[in-house]
């Protein structure tokens, strides 16, 4: 049975107690395990183990962040595609798991859904409810919470924070209020997200520009080269040629040392007193 003490093993590394594989531990318990299943049975520690390493600390941070400024719960509420709810909130000191963010859709204890908790390191125990979807959601938001808040809030109209309406065009442009900002330690104001966005979006304009103008110089010198290689080759006599060997040893005598007067003469056939 050591595949079933690797399966334990490798649960007992992530800390978080998974059903469905305790579920099948318990069964194996009770009965003989095949190779076949005992072999399944760590497939799944696996998988579940790597869903529980999800790291989702910026998250955490974020909402404790919050509750520090504010006295209610912090609760973050965005919109998976399908337009249904994603709340996350941190749950306070009389729930049973006090510090961990609860991920659900927002219903009712009894009628909602429940997708699973984040626990303050960061780490994730599903639900059997959890999907790829919700998955998706939480990673983009512990990697850019400013900008999933602000998508959130130019999509809906509506703060992912407070949930009030986005009153201001200031407010609607960045996607999220001035309060919430300050308490989550969101950018609001002078450098928004969205100026940062624009920014980002008008330098890579630019440098798509100018490697576009590099590549036109590059072509333009290289036809230029291709012609001035090919007139070379029609119109100019070759390097064997005498001529150009005796422009190269002495150029003086058919420039500098030629006088006007000296030229004059030799075209009018006169020459001057004394020569
Ligand atoms: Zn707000």
Redesign the pocket.
């Known amino acids: 049975m050591t595949t079933l003490a690797e399966a334990y093993k490798i649960l007992a590394a992530v800390h978080v107690p998974t059903y469905e594989v305790l579920d099948l531990l318990q069964d194996a318990r009770c009965r003989r395990l095949t190779p076949e299943s005992a072999a399944r049975l760590v497939e799944l520690a696996v998988e579940r183990a790597s869903i529980a390493a999800i790291q989702l600390l910026p998250v955490v941070e974020l909402l404790v962040k919050a509750q520090a400024a504010q006295k209610r719960a912090p609760k973050i509420t965005l919109q998976l595609a399908d337009g249904s709810k994603l709340v996350l909130k941190l749950v306070g000191e009389r729930s049973t798991k006090p510090g961990t963010v609860t991920v659900t859709d927002g219903g009712s204890f009894e009628s909602g859904t429940f997708y699973g908790r984040i626990y303050s390191n960061g780490t994730v125990e599903e639900s059997r409810s959890w999907t790829p979807e919700v998955e998706t959601a939480l990673r983009q938001l512990a990697a850019n919470p400013a900008v999933v808040a602000a998508q959130h809030g130019v999509a809906t109209g509506s ?1 992912c ?4 309406p986005l009153s201001t065009k200031e407010s609607r442009s960045v996607g ?2 001035p ?2 900002a300050s308490k989550y330690g969101l950018p609001w104001g002078d450098t928004t997200v969205a100026d940062e966005a624009h920014a980002a979006a008008v330098e890579a304009q630019a440098a798509a520009i100018e490697t576009n103008l590099k590549a036109t110089f590059a072509a333009i010198a290289e036809k230029r080269k291709a012609a001035d290689a090919e007139h070379q080759a029609a119109w100019h006599p070759r390097n064997d040629d005498p001529l150009i060997d005796e422009l190269a040893v002495s150029p003086a005598r058919h420039s500098a040392n030629t006088t006007f007067e000296q030229s004059k003469g030799r075209y009018t056939g006169s020459r001057r007193a004394g020569d």
């Open positions: 703060c924070f407070c949930c009030r999220y209020g309060d919430c």
